[in-house]
Structure formats: structure tokens, C-alpha cells
């Protein structure tokens, strides 16, 4: 199957090391056992309030990490010709070099790193992220404009504007390349243009009202998708509509991505709990239950590859139903053998 569509993809980029936390330990080497659950690795620093504690980290490995590239690489798997502008290191650090083959790749500062702690019921993603402060719109502007990348991303069938929380301009970057840079572009295109937010509770509420005020005029510069897993769903109700989703069933969250969508007046939403997805859009709303996964591989990755298998999904045309339960597919197939999967596949 040749490239059938193009995507700009951007802005983040990490060095993921994806570590396991001992609980006990009686030799060299692997002879440990991980703790399981986040409230044992709680319970632990728990104990530790007013004493001190050690808690031992083993790496598993070290993977090409952050929501951009990983969400790239993900949808290249779908024959989409990706243009990717991120944190990948000057020079391009080692394990971002797969994406060259398959990616217009622009590199304007170095990776962040994450230390990903993964349990058998979530992750705690600690980051080093400094370097990312470097994503400026000045240096998006002379990149996109030096390279005369104009045109290239004005004729842009997605762009995936992700991992919101990390960089304090990605507000203003948005903004002028939906402003000026799609103007340059063909009159009556109607690309997707996805957003996601990455656990936006550190940033003043402030901010993310702004951004989440900007979403309808942007979605009158394409078919805007909005994706949150339910912890932002949740603060992005609470500020948004003055309300909670606490504890509810997946028909009431269903409902609730129908008030957000609306409120927020774009075309897609979608909230991704960890068994369950739901969906709302100009075709209706939907939710469809996870495909269960009783020994993961990995987790770190997985929303981005829910996010990956809903896009390529629009892109081939499919519905939002069909859409919902393609990224549950593609982020189990991904957590079961910590692969990305092709599409159609």
C-alpha cells in the first residue's frame, strides 16, 4: 500500500527508561520481586514520612519515548508520510534514528527524559523535561519558514498537536501556524487537527481555559479532535462545566463527552478510561468496552496508540464508532506485545 496521507505530528520527545520498582530483593541480578500495584510503592513512602527509606529501580529499557514520536511512529504503520518537529536532540539521539527512513524529521532541542515506573494496574511517569522549554514559537516560526515548510503543512490531511502540558507555547505555536500557515494552503481543505492534553493538572487552570476557549475557532480551520484519558476528562469538566464525573457508569461518561463536545463546539471527542472508551461527535455518541490484557508487556505508549488507531481510522474514512474501538484495538494489541500493529492490520 503506497502513502496515502499526510501529517504533521509535534512537538515533544523523550527518552523513555521504562524501570521496575523491587519490593523484595534475595540476590544478584533478577533475583527481586516488583512491586504490583502503585498503593504498594505508596504504602512504602507512606512509611516513610518522617524517617527515610530506600526504593530500588531496575531498568527494563531504554525506548524512544514521548506522545509525539511515538504517536508518529505508530501511524506511519498506516502509510501516512509523517513530518515531525520535536525534541529529538541536536544531533538526533540514537533512538529516535528509526524515524528518519519513514519521517521528514526537524529536531529544535534535546529529548526530556522520563522514568517510567510501571505496575500491574498503571505507571507513575517521573520526568526530566528542562530541555523542553526550548519549544518556542520564535523557533518554530524560523524552522517552518527557513525550511519553507509552509506549503508542506498547509496541505497537512492531520496535524496532532500533543503532549499540551510540557510546553508552556504550544498555545501560541498552534495558533499562528492554524492562523498563517494553513492559509497558505488550497481554500475549502478541511484537515483533522487532534489535540492532546498529557495530564494537564501542574499548569494554572487559567491556562487550559484559554486553550480549551481557543478550540472552536481552531475548528474552523479543520475537523478538530479532542482526546483525554478520564483523569483529564475530569478536571477538564470540573473546569470547564463546573462539574464532576467521579465514579460514574460509561453511559454517564458518554453523556458527559456529548456536554464537553458541545460546550466546546468542535467536531470529536473522545475519553479513553483504562477499560473502556467512549466517544462523541457529530454522528452521535458511543462507548465500547477495552479488549482485557492480563500480563502487559508494557503500558507507557498505550494512549498513544489509542490515539494513533482512532486517527488512522478517520483518515480511512471510518466512523467515530469504528474509530473507537480501532484505538482500542491498536493500544491492546500494543500492551500485549509491546509492538506497534500495521493498519489495516
Known amino acids: 500500500m503506497g502513502q496515502s496521507f499526510r501529517a504533521l505530528v509535534g512537538f515533544d520527545g523523550f527518552i523513555d527508561r521504562i524501570l521496575s520498582v523491587v519490593d523484595r530483593r534475595w540476590g544478584v541480578g533478577n533475583c527481586f520481586q516488583a512491586m504490583e500495584t502503585i498503593a504498594c510503592l505508596a504504602e512504602r513512602v507512606q512509611a516513610a514520612i518522617g524517617k527515610s527509606t530506600n526504593i530500588e529501580l531496575v531498568l527494563k529499557e531504554e525506548r524512544m519515548g514521548g ?5 508518529a511512529n505508530a501511524l506511519r504503520k498506516g502509510d501516512v508520510d509523517i513530518t515531525y518537529i520535536g525534541a529529538l536532540g541536536q544531533p538526533i539521539h540514537p533512538l529516535f534514528v528509526p524515524l528518519q527512513p ?8 534535546d529529548p526530556g527524559i522520563t522514568h517510567a515506573l510501571e505496575f500491574r494496574d498503571g505507571k507513575l511517569l517521573l520526568g526530566e523535561m528542562s530541555s523542553l522549554l526550548h519549544i518556542s514559537l ?32 504550544m498555545t501560541s505555536i498552534v495558533q499562528w501556524i492554524l492562523s498563517e500557515v494553513l492559509a497558505q494552503g488550497d481554500e475549502g481543505r478541511w484537515p483533522w487537527i487532534f489535540f492532546d492534553l498529557a495530564d494537564p493538572c501542574k499548569r494554572p487552570e487559567e491556562d487550559l481555559l484559554v486553550f480549551l476557549q481557543k478550540l472552536s475557532s481552531w475548528n474552523q480551520k479543520g475537523r478538530v479532535v479532542l482526546g483525554l484519558n478520564l483523569k483529564e476528562a475530569q478536571q477538564v469538566m470540573r473546569i470547564l462545566l463546573g462539574v464532576s464525573c467521579d465514579g460514574e457508569s460509561q453511559e454517564v461518561l458518554m453523556s458527559s463527552a456529548e456536554q464537553l463536545r458541545i460546550a466546546l463546539d468542535i467536531h470529536t471527542l473522545f475519553i479513553h478510561p483504562v477499560s473502556y472508551a467512549v466517544v462523541a461527535s457529530h454522528e452521535g455518541a ?26 488512522l481510522a478517520l483518515l480511512y474514512g471510518k466512523s467515530s464508532q469504528e474509530a473507537l474501538i480501532q484505538g482500542l484495538r491498536h493500544s491492546s494489541y500494543y500492551v500485549r ?6 493498519f489495516p492490520g
Open 138 to 169: 520564535d523557533r518554530v516560526q524560523q524552522l517552518i519558514l527557513s525550511d519553507s515548510l509552509c506549503e508542506a503543512i498547509a496541505s497537512m490531511d492531520l496535524l496532532a498537536f500533543v503532549n499540551w502540558t510540557m510546553i508552556p507555547e
Open 102 to 109: 519513514v519521517a521528514h524529521v526537524y529536531s529544535i532541542a
Open 67 to 71: 506522545n509525539g514520536p511515538l504517536l
Open 286 to 311: 458511543w462507548t465500547a468496552d477495552g479488549f482485557f490484557v492480563e500480563n502487559p508487556k508494557i503500558l507507557t505508549g498505550a494512549g498513544d496508540h489509542f490515539n494513533a488507531g482512532f486517527l
Open 337 to 342: 506485545y509491546a509492538e506497534t500493529p500495521s
